[in-house]
């Protein structure tokens, strides 16, 4: 399903709903407008056919602490973070990383980066062509996404383009709980020559972050894949929680699926409890049934403290002895499931049913389920639906309720800050 003109217009329309750049903490007559960081990239060394070390200085932080930091880079010019990425932890000052698993002889163009609550700021773009191998070139290899991902075990793999100066004897997938791994760490070994092939991982540790590469080797010496990574699942992730499969939620009689993801037990639905401000995406009551309703922060509070530091535990919306999430709790969901620039595939309904296409790396593998619900504001009404869902925090930064959000057409979990008045889904954790 593509997006109609119509819908299109909505997702410009409400740009302007959904994202808040500019804000006041202190008095009225004092207004600080934030900016994203400014940084300079610095100058690639030691380079070789396969790694260069890169990094980054941050000279100002754009009124907000900086979050994340590291390099982008791509052998086309002008790389973001949407293309590979390295991170080299927070703050301020000079950083360095180190970029491995490149092909040879090839130009690489990247940008350190850094990230606060505004957005990202990019250094200056830089570029170096890494070594030929010494005695001649070596294969080209990457490596393809993980699937059927299990607590101990997921299937890999990857393809062989070129087999370089000489035939490749194995190739592989190598995986390591740290970055970078290499065949000195597990690897598997899944025979020769040039095409695709599948890895079969094993022996792994439930609720575990793993980092794998494909590789390849012939007489020059191995070649790496790009690095991916994936989560094990806990003992019940994807699984109904613990003695409570289904809830039934007392004050209308509505029944809610469990999912269990790590250590947290969310509700599988959006919550469709009919309260205060709250709607119906196009005043439409089987939309309610499928998507839940979109409540405005105040009902989603049931009018708990609005200060900025709202602890977790409010129930909220949610039925009794479940609460609405804080912000930091979100964040333990998106870092179990791998970070949030991969937790939105895991996270999202696969398919295309009410996902518009491409619904990209949706594949639902954490059981939560999130369907594309749509928001309201008061400005322009209803949009987005089948493009995006947003869910509410009960966490405020500078009196403006945090939320996080998940798009048909991007794998991460957006994280952002709205206006109170806007209508967004509500999910419910156990308490």
Known sequence: MKPTRFLIFAVILFIGIFTVSTYSCSKKEETTTNTVPVLSTKNASDVTNSSAQVGGVITGNGGASITERGVCYSTSSNPTIADNSIQSGSGTGAFDCEMTGLNQN?????????????????????????????????????????????????????????????SVTVRGVCWSTTSSPTTSDSYTTDGSGIGDFLSYITGLTKNTIYYVRAYAINTSGTAYGDQITFATLNSSTGEPCPDIPTITDPRDGKVYPTVQIGSQCWLQKNMNYETGNSWCYDDDPSNCVTYGRLYDWDTFMNGASSSNLVPSGVQGVC????????????????????????AGGKMKEAGTTHWASPNTEATNSSGFTALPGGAWSPSYGFGL???????????????????????YN??????????????????????
């Open 385 to 407: 639906l089948t493009l995006r869902t947003d869910f509410w925090s009960s966490t405020e930064y500078c009196s403006t309720p945090w939320y996080r959000c998940l798009g």
């Open 106 to 166: 090839t130009k690489y163009y990247f940008k350190a980066y850094a990230m606060n609550s505004v957005g990202v700021g990019y250094g200056d773009q830089k570029s170096f062509t890494t070594q030929g191998g010494g005695g001649g070139d070596l294969p080209t290899v990457s490596t393809n996404s993980a699937t059927d991902i299990t607590e101990t075990s997921a299937t890999c793999g990857g393809i062989v383009t070129n087999q370089g100066s000489s």
């Open 319 to 342: 039925p009794p002895g479940w609460h609405v999430p804080s912000d930091a709790e979100w964040t333990v969901l998106t870092t179990f499931l791998g970070g949030e620039y991969i």
């Open 410 to 431: 991007y794998e991460r979990v957006g994280r952002g800050y709205t206006l109170e008045t806007n209508g967004l889904s509500a999910r419910c954790l156990k308490d």
